[in-house]
Antibody
Framework: EVQLVESGGGLVQPGGPLRLSCAASGFTFTIYSMNWVRQAPGKGLEWVSYLSSSTSTTYYADSVKGRFTISRDNAKNSLYLHMNSLRAEDTAVYYC????????????WGKGTTVTVSS | EIVMTQSPATLSVSPGERATLSCRASQSVSNNLAWYQQKPGQAPRLLIYGASTRATGIPARFSGSGSGTQFTLTINSLQSEDFAVYYCQQYNNWPPGTFGPGTKVDIK
């Protein structure tokens, strides 16, 4: 079964760091690009970051550029989101999503992990 | 950045009826348009990509159409499990992969 499982969410103070993880299984992780998408409470979906299968290409939403870093460990079938200088507006459910092979839409999603930024 | 809009914001439909959801892009996205379904407390699920191709396992009552700037998601004979929020997303100009604000389909 194709599966993505996020972890690492929690309560963090403004300005603090947090690292999210996404464990992939049931498919050849190394050949797929990966994304993080978030959803603030009661709001819509916001694409956050993209990482190509080869790790050579990364993209970020303007709202997180310079603060978040996406990475992957293909040996561990894992995707990460390193978040620094967190703000209240970063509070959201963060989803890991697989990029469709050879394209940019997202065909498999994890169940999400919740990040709350508050003092 | 391409801006996606969806209408209506909420659509009230009786079970068994047809629902028609609209999505508009601020500039042409060709046919690089996806639709996702999200039920309360769940992750989004891919329904349609390439504007009109159903994803694996999606029932035939879901259909997508359109190209350029105007797109439509049609759900024929609504089932109870279809009441959800539906998002469109363009992936023609990447990044960012901009989503529309969503259309909530609820029970009339």
């Amino acid at each position: 079964e194709v599966q993505l499982v996020e972890s690492g969410g929690g309560l963090v103070q403004p300005g603090g760091p947090l690292r999210l993880s996404c464990a992939a299984s049931g498919f050849t992780f190394t050949i797929y690009s990966m994304n993080w998408v978030r959803q603030a409470p009661g709001k819509g979906l916001e694409w956050v970051s993209y990482l190509s299968s080869s790790t050579s290409t990364t993209y970020y939403a303007d709202s997180v550029k310079g603060r978040f870093t996406i990475s992957r460990d293909n040996a561990k079938n894992s995707l990460y989101l390193h978040m620094n200088s967190l703000r209240a507006e970063d509070t959201a459910v963060y989803y890991c999503a697989r990029g469709a092979y050879g394209d940019y839409y997202m065909d498999v999603w994890g169940k999400g992990t919740t990040v709350t930024v508050s003092s | 950045e391409i801006v996606m809009t969806q209408s209506p914001a909420t659509l009230s439909v009786s079970p068994g009826e047809r629902a028609t959801l609209s999505c508009r892009a601020s500039q042409s996205v060709s046919n690089n348009l996806a639709w996702y379904q999200q039920k309360p407390g769940q992750a989004p699920r891919l329904l349609i990509y390439g504007a009109s191709t159903r994803a694996t396992g999606i029932p035939a009552r879901f259909s997508g159409s359109g190209s350029g700037t105007q797109f439509t998601l049609t759900i024929n004979s609504l089932q109870s499990e279809d009441f959800a929020v539906y998002y469109c997303q363009q992936y023609n100009n990447w990044p960012p992969g901009t989503f529309g604000p969503g259309t909530k389909v609820d029970i009339k």
